[in-house]
């Protein structure tokens, strides 16, 4: 594996004041960058005392309890093999073993390729990538409302975010094409990625078949060698919670590893209903089914890449509805972020997610808390930081753009803070001199461009201008600027040889059997 | 002044395991806490090197430019005599010369007393008191829209606050009544604050007459030689960045400083315009700022209490407007949160701040975002907490509600992870196991009442019942919301003698001057 940061090796890059500095006077001309290079550190809930507890507890839950690993009993030889307990499909291990063998081999670090070199991001350390909403059957915006996604929908989605800087990633399942068949889509899925994006994209979650077919589709895009060698694909492994993993998600995650692609291993919760309604019951029971998915990884392929995830939000315990943006949320995130530090992997979370219908005041205060909550917890990989409503049933087209001016302010946040003589601007301050103004002094007219954040979506003017501009609110102002940028979107092409080759094998598998389903 | 805590002293409260388990093991049934307690430490953006840098750029400023204090010669003969050199009204300080002051005698904690002592404050250490709105002369609400605010609304928003169990403190000018005259509103808003409220509330900022004023109402409800020795009013002190305190602002603040209630000294200022356009600049600034009017509070009373503020934002370099939940901002309160700990006084800031003309999304992508920083910085006192739009212009009803949502999710938050038995919950995973759920478990029953935060504004709901409940958004649902806390709006009473005594000093205040100037 090219680009790896072997376990040992130093993670992060270089804090130097110099390289901040420069970036800041670079300003508002100089190139997207790939991904964030957060400079600021994480914020930790839980101090040595707490993290060794909980991972006490998962050790003991994996002891006691084990996991599942349902209808694939290569799975359950390898888990034996290793010396874990195996009886019927439970998996039970010995304190401290999946730690070991995750340690021993799986990176603290690597890339992952774009097809355009200028957008390939780094996976690790103190680099954060922010990737769009992933999963939805449904779209909602403005004029059409909340209807069934379709293939045209997923492209517009795929051409926007290719138009949002702050986004890093084309992400996967944008939204579900349901006007294909479910057991084709994933092939349309891929090629649109590919073909709209040159960002870097992720693969198909569900079953061994269509990963092989993700596999495929990128070894024409990047070259078989290059596929072998390095990761192109990025790839979320969901458990069942509590402590299953089935054979959909087994049988992707096998093909990933051994072709060298990243997994994050990614236990999904609702505390209250899939894990106990406590944070520290539900904390040990995710690193519990982390630790044994990424051991799992580790021994089907040494050194593969893989990732520590954690998506754990709460139910109401009033009426059982799945919510988000909550404070055990953000009580979760920030420990599994440690959690994953000290296992010493990347860690994989969630973004922007709400319960809300529409791209409003609940959308943005849960999607704000929760993005914010990731980027404090040192996320390293954030799916969802954009378009998500309704609890992962809608992507909002409206809600997109507004998330992803939240993701240019992390971006420049976690940036940190410039300290450069020019940044002090003990100058500027005795030229103004008490009682005067900044607004035309050198240092402002010299500084202007860079100095600021720039929102995209944010109105700042008077109460007049604004209501003489038509009076929109934010959703409004969303829905102008999402159509802006389909109008602008710019192709960045695909090579047409690789393009006919792509359609040529995507039409050879979706010959090769019937449509089936479309939910 | 009694119930100060002196320097020197520890400041923090224990955070033993045993009394958060007991906070979290209360639950709902439990009567509500005056003020949140921080638990999970603070987010600290700069490293030593920056804070010291920031400081000795403060302590350069002080010296080589001084600061200005206008119509207030009495202020000028104070820092003569304290060794300053004094040149007509700029003031310059020898380095570390306000730091020494400050240190030597300013309180590190203390407490606000309400007349109900079930809501007293304690102002410092890792306590924080959310207040409301300060300021705006318009208020807003979906059914009669953006209008000058009156006395009505005033008192409506004095009773709503009262019923928001996250708000700690009944505030100031909440909104500003412009039906009332100028130069005797503050008396009105003084005694709608004693009436309906029974939480702590602030004085009069601006004037020495307005300030005793207050500080004679307050005696009138707390007894003389109580607040001789207590505080009992919240004060905030704005410079007029940059580096000028005028006589408004320096006459209130002697008023306090000398009736021993609590000043917080707050540089006012947006980056670009009334401070350098970058933040390390903005950050000495303020800090040179803060330290010359706290030395000046302790120079008038020794020990008097008093905070570390700043209000720090920024413009927009396109059009010159105000920005607010901007990522420079949440850089400026990180930072000054660390030099206000630093100095060894209270931090106070500001909470939910936006430039949004309505209750949507970019109202709560600024405020959540805001709030969030300023809990992190480690605040102690946070004004605007809630009901902040269009840059201070407007307090919302609307906004109120879904930001005192917001206020309730930071303290759940900031409470930290409880770690007892009953939280590991391992006996509720083993006895679940794996596969199944704990909607139905032993554990899950005898948590359920305080498991989570319980939200008061958002919609966890599915669409379907969502859309047949009216399909309202965060903004309609709050507008319904407000009008039921008006509706059931419990008076706490008040004693007729001392309500009988208050009404008298105010006619008798009234009829003492004209009426002067509605704005």
Redesign the interface.
């Known amino acids: 594996m090219e680009d790896v940061v072997t376990p040992g090796e130093a993670a992060s890059p270089a804090r130097s004041r110099g390289r901040a500095a420069r970036l800041v006077q670079r300003g508002s001309q100089e190139p997207r960058r790939p991904y964030i290079s957060r400079r ?2 994480t ?4 101090d040595e005392e ?1 993290l060794s ?1 909980i991972e006490a ?1 998962a050790d ?2 994996l002891k ?5 690993f349902h209808d694939d009993p290569e799975i359950l030889d390898l888990f034996r093999d290793a010396g874990a307990d195996v009886k019927g499909t ?1 998996v039970r291990f010995e304190p401290d073993m999946c730690r070991k063998i995750v340690r021993a081999t799986a990176p603290q670090q690597f890339k992952q390729h774009a097809r355009n070199p200028a957008n390939t991001v780094v996976i690790g350390g103190d680099n954060t990538v922010l990737c769009p909403s992933w999963g939805p059957p449904f779209v909602h915006d403005l004029d059409r409302g ?1 209807r069934y996604a379709t293939l045209n929908d997923f492209r517009d989605l795929v051409r926007i975010h290719q138009m949002i800087p702050y986004l890093h990633h084309s992400g996967g399942v944008v939204c579900e094409p349901v006007d294909l068949p479910a057991n084709k889509r994933h092939l349309d899925m891929l090629y649109t990625h590919v073909r709209y994006s040159d960002r870097p994209f992720m693969g198909a979650f569900i079953g061994s078949m269509r990963a092989q077919d993700a596999v495929d589709i990128a070894k024409i895009v990047f070259g078989e060698e290059f596929v072998a060698n390095n990761a192109v694909l990025y790839n979320v492994s969901n458990t ?1 919670a ?3 993993l089935d054979a959909n998600m087994s049988g992707s995650l096998k093909v990933y590893a051994r072709n060298n692609q990243p997994v994050a291993c990614t236990p999904w919760t609702l ?15 995710v690193l519990a089914e982390a630790l044994a998915c990424l051991s799992l990884v580790q021994l089907i392929n040494p050194g593969a890449p893989c990732l520590m995830g954690s998506f754990a939000s ?10 988000f ?4 949320a ?2 979760m995130v920030l ?1 599994a972020g440690q959690l994953a530090r000290r296992l010493g992997v990347p860690f994989h979370t969630v973004g922007t997610l709400s ?15 929760g993005l ?1 909550m990731s980027l ?1 917890a040192g996320a390293n990989v954030v799916n969802h930081a954009t378009g998500w409503l ?2 992962g ?1 809608v992507t909002g087209f409206e ?1 997109t753009i ?1 998330d992803a ?2 993701c240019g ?2 971006m ?2 976690f940036e ?5 003589p ?5 100058e ?3 030229e ?8 035309g ?1 050198a ?2 007219q010299s ?3 860079s ?5 995209t ?7 007049e201008q ?2 003489s501009e038509g ?1 929109l ?3 409004q102002r ?1 829905n102008l600027r999402w159509k802006k940028l389909l109008a602008d979107y710019t192709d960045p092409g695909l090579d047409p040889a690789v393009d006919e080759e792509l359609q040529a094998f995507i039409a050879r598998r979706k010959e090769s059997m019937p449509d089936q389903d479309y939910f």
Chains 1, 2 share one sequence.
């Open positions: 600021i550190g914020f930790n809930i839980l707490g507890l507890n003991r839950l006691e309890i084990g996991m599942e439970r909340r069942n509590p402590l299953v505390a209250g209903a899939m894990s106990p309604c406590t944070v520290a019951g539900t904390l040990a029971q709460t139910i109401s315990m009033q009426s059982g509805a799945p919510t943006g909550t404070p055990e953000a009580k420990a319960a809300s219908k529409l791209p409003d005041a609940q959308a943005e205060q849960e999607g704000t808390w914010l404090l309704e609890g049933l809600k507004i001016d939240l302010k992390v420049s946040l940190g803070i410039d300290l450069s020019n940044a002090q601007a003990m500027a301050i005795e103004v001199g008490p009682g005067s103004h900044f607004l002094s240092h402002t500084n202007f461009l100095a600021f954040y720039r929102s979506i944010s109105d700042n003017n008077s109460f604004w209501n009076g609110d934010a959703a969303a």
